[in-house]
């Protein structure tokens, strides 16, 4: 019975973090379920270290990317830990990798791995398919977000 109740919190704070922490920019709720120590390896590739630097990139995001949402494809939960096959896509509305808005579409493919303490997320790595972003922009493939 007790894995089954693991099972079930984490992954309803994987779906909460993106249903509601990146599909709707929520960031009472990132408080909320992220740990204050959270560290992140994002799918665009800085590492954050604490809420505020999550934020300060979630914030980035969402300021190149209208409408940016974050699709949860697969989820496998092993007690607190998680693995997501994930889509992200959004309108290029501000400068990102370098390249100025274009009103486009883009879209890409990643896969997350989670891990938390039974009551909020504790850290979190995602690889994303960055050359496919870059690709889709035009840009360099050796330059960073």
Known sequence: MMQSEARATTADLVRRFYDVVWNRADEN??????HPG???RASLGPE?????????YMRAIHAALGN????VDDLIVDGDKAAARLSFEGLHQGEFFGVAGTG???GWAGAAFFETDGRQITRLWVLGDVDGVKQQLGVDARRTF
């Open 29 to 34: 709720v990132a408080r909320e379920i992220l």
């Open 38 to 40: 959270f560290a992140f």
């Open 48 to 56: 954050r270290q604490g809420l505020d630097g999550f934020l300060n």
């Open 68 to 71: 940016y949402t974050c699709t």
């Open 104 to 106: 486009r579409p883009i």
